[in-house]
């Protein structure tokens, strides 16, 4: 009985696939998961395959009774008329066959749905940048059909042009990340590129001498060691090239550390300016630090990884160090003039400021102040405390320094006290100097009555009293 029925079923279709043509072309990939829309009908039944031996795979009627093929290659299932399929196979991809009827005779409805293969294909998995990357994206085309529309997106989700399914390109920075492989303007196939760099970093970095010193270099989360060293991995190292004025060796590029690739991951130092690598480099960080930073920090320093290829990718970090100087020094007398000057030691750009900001007692306004050099006419004690510097680009703040000054009042307690003792000083010594006087004169006076005491002495000669 189900024999009679398919044999004039199948002849329908046949024919009307030769008049209209009427197939759904669907497009995936091997293992992914395809949806076939039925549409709704009280009889449905879902087949495999265009002649009269095909596969039922799966049927439903409007009294509840549904049914799905006992065959484990196949894992389907039901979501009212339409049909599921996952984790689709190699030999899974063909016509199938939805038919549909309202009263379960001879008025049934049939769709057919071409499921076609689309495999991509990839020349590696890891790059670097400049190496070659080819990318294929196939249609099997059934015979008869026309070749669909195939081309790529890029991970910035950019059509790439002149490509019709297969790419060839130099490797860059951006090509990171999932790239598309797009059917009919509507399917796609994704593929994983993944490109090893250091990852992005600012390309200036603001201290001051009163902030800590951080310079970042990391390798992003996406990639691994492992990928490193798949790719030949040589040397890891930082350097770093003064800025002139702020080292005598300034023409010198000097290696600071360098990583031993050898299990464990060891840091050793070339140069030692106290900075501090990340403790644990297998976590991806590479970072240098160190509590303070110095006006010698001034300069570049440059993180690189050099691959076995000659590739080198590197990260350069320009270290700007705000610093706060007082030509007088830091402790002066009261009354004099003081000029402090604000500097990384290099020109400011035009969207970037500086701030003066003085100690709260000060009758100098914060306001008032935003060049380089400050002077502070008779500076009073008033004036003692910290006066710190910020250096802004816009509305943010890049750094800050501090410079702390002592005002000394003209007539200290210290000076008083120097004074008066000098003065008491000088006035025991006075004393004393009358006391030997007067002792000096009583003595020659009884010398002198000793010698002689006749009431009429005579001139010359000697004779008894």
């Not at 399929?85 to 991809?93: G, P, R, S």
């Not at 080292?247 to 010198?252: A, L, Q, R, V």
């Not at 400021?353 to 709260?360: H, I, R, T, V």
Request: aromatic share 8%; net charge positive; hydrophobic share 35%.
């Amino acid at each position: 009985m189900m024999e009679n029925f398919i044999k004039p079923f199948f002849i329908l279709y046949a024919v009307l696939m030769s008049v209209t043509g009427a197939e759904e072309m669907i497009y995936a990939q091997v293992g992914e998961s395809v949806t076939l829309k039925g549409i709704q009908q009280k009889y449905t039944y879902w087949y495999f395959g265009e002649t009269e031996n095909t596969n039922q795979l799966a049927w439903r009627n409007h009294l509840g009774g549904y049914g799905v093929t006992q065959d484990k290659t196949w894992k389907v299932s039901l979501s009212g008329d339409s049909l599921i399929i996952n984790d689709l196979q190699d030999e899974q991809f063909g016509t199938f066959l939805f038919k549909g009827s309202a009263t379960g005779q001879s008025d049934f409805k049939v769709t057919a749905y071409k499921v076609i293969k689309v495999k991509v294909m990839k020349s590696d998995s890891v790059f670097l940048p400049g190496e070659s990357l080819t990318l294929g994206c196939l249609v099997e085309t059934p015979q008869g059909q026309m070749k669909p529309d195939v081309h790529w997106l890029n991970p910035q989700r950019v059509r790439v042009k002149n490509n019709k399914g297969t790419l060839d390109k130099t490797v860059e920075i951006q090509d990171n990340g999932s790239w598309s492989c797009v059917v009919q303007n509507e399917n796609k196939a994704q593929v994983s590129v993944t490109v090893v760099d250091l990852a992005p970093s600012p390309e200036r970095h603001y201290t001051s001498t009163d902030s800590p010193l951080t310079i970042p270099c990391s390798i992003p989360s996406y990639i691994s060691w492992d990928h490193i060293k798949q790719k030949g991995i040589q040397e890891v190292q930082w350097h770093f090239s003064p800025k002139p004025s702020s080292s005598p060796t300034s023409d010198e590029r000097l290696r600071l550390l360098h990583l031993s690739l050898e299990s464990p991951l060891t840091w050793k130092i070339d140069q030692d300016k106290n900075l501090m690598p990340a403790s644990d480099a297998t976590k991806r960080n590479l970072s240098l630090s160190r509590n303070r930073a110095r006006v010698e920090d001034r300069g570049d320093f440059t993180c690189s990884m050099t691959f076995k290829n000659g590739v080198t990718l590197s990260r350069t970090v320009h270290v700007q160090v705000l610093q706060i100087t007082s030509f007088a020094g830091t402790e002066i007398p009261s009354g004099q003039t003081v000029n402090l000057s604000c500097s990384t030691g290099e020109p400011l750009t035009s969207d970037m400021q500086l701030k003066w900001f003085p100690p709260e007692q000060s009758s100098m306004m914060k306001s008032d102040h935003h060049g380089g050099h400050l002077s502070i006419k008779e500076a009073s004690t008033a004036d003692s405390g910290k006066w710190r510097c910020e250096l802004w680009r816009r509305n943010e703040k890049l750094a800050s320094a501090v410079l702390g000054l002592k005002i000394e009042p003209i007539l200290s307690v210290w000076m008083l006290v120097t004074i008066c003792s000098a003065a008491v000083i000088l006035i025991l010594l006075l004393v004393l100097t009358f006391i030997l006087c007067r002792r000096s004169q009583r003595k020659t006076r009884n010398f002198r009555h000793r010698l002689c005491q006749c009431r009429n002495p005579k001139p010359k000669g000697f004779y008894r009293t």
